[in-house]
């Protein structure tokens, strides 16, 4: 059975196996639900990485020890800094959530460690009201602002299985709002009266834009859904314009429920492939967006926390 895990050391008291310090070799591991990616870090550049499908869902509690082995007999044997569900209670060893408002500083003090002085897991962040968690998404966040990507107050938005808003103040995430967009299309498309019409690659498109439109409306997003089967079946719809169509209904929802009177632009972190659809359809939305890739994010957030330790 796995220890407590033990408070965070200050800088300079590790006594690391490896006999390296983490600001020269350390391990850095994005792992969440349903994947994991994982990259070695020398003086500060990617030398090495590799992603799989072995989300955290996919592993037993008692084989986390195994996973985590597997990573260094391809990355090296060096420290490990992780972060995502890998700290949930689906995960290997549990990392408290840190309170918002809550920065880089704050997370990096309050490590959780799973091997000591080896391998640590960074803390997510929570939100009382409404009450509210993420995980994985701080270290992007705090990463953007860290590399002078976005400004220390801003809007973000970070689109994925559950997307989140999020504002920051002074370079702190003082509040953030989920919603469960995409794992509502991921449910329509695979267990819905839709899922047959929901077979395309996701584009922007007309039928995208359109879609947007009518969620930013502000109708029951349940009722507008049905009507998506109802025009092809009544030939009002091209069957191969659900799939976008379906998408910007979702998305709109969300931008018209989530930020209605915002000023100014929306930084839209994450995959380029998702962060493309909500930046057009906040443009949709009269909103100036940009886009900031969520990998040199979340890189640049974990080694400004590895130097740290």
């Not at 492939?273 to 040199?296: F, M, N, P, S, W």
Request: net charge negative.
């Amino acid at each position: 059975m796995l220890d407590s895990p033990a408070p965070r050391k200050r800088k300079g008291e590790q006594a690391l196996a490896s006999g390296m310090g983490w600001a020269q070799t350390f391990i850095a591991v994005d792992w969440g639900t349903t994947n994991r990616r994982a990259w070695r870090i020398e003086d500060g550049q990617v030398a090495q990485e590799f992603e799989d499908g072995r989300g955290v869902l996919s592993i037993d509690k008692a084989d986390f020890p195994a996973a985590v082995a597997e990573i260094r007999q391809r990355l090296g044997d060096h420290p490990m800094l992780m972060a995502g569900m890998i700290g949930s209670n689906r995960g290997w060893v549990e990392a408290p959530y840190a309170p918002c408002p809550a920065g880089l500083d704050d997370i990096a003090s309050v490590l959780a460690w799973a091997e000591q002085d080896r391998t640590a897991i960074i803390p997510g962040l929570s939100s009382a009201e409404p009450p509210d968690v993420m995980r994985g998404e701080e270290v992007q966040i705090f990463g953007a602002v860290d590399a002078g990507l976005i400004p220390a107050d801003a809007l973000v938005c970070h689109p994925g299985t559950h997307n989140k808003w999020v504002t920051l103040g002074r370079g702190k995430v003082t509040r953030f709002r989920t919603v469960m967009t995409g794992e509502m299309f991921s449910l329509l498309q695979k267990h819905s009266i839709l899922s047959d019409l929901l077979k395309d690659e996701m584009a922007v498109d007309d039928a995208f834009r359109d879609g947007v439109r009518r969620g930013l409306e502000g109708d029951a997003v349940t009722a507008e859904l049905f009507s998506v089967r109802a025009g092809v079946l009544l030939g009002k719809q091209r069957r191969e314009d659900a799939t976008d169509y379906t998408s910007g209904l979702l998305i709109g929802a969300d931008i018209g429920s989530s930020i209605a009177d915002h000023i100014g632009e929306v930084f839209v972190m994450g995959r380029p492939e998702l962060t493309k659809l909500y930046a057009a359809a906040l443009g949709v939305a009269g909103q100036k967006a940009r886009e900031i890739d969520g990998e040199t994010a979340f890189l640049a957030g974990i080694k400004a926390i590895a130097g740290q330790i």
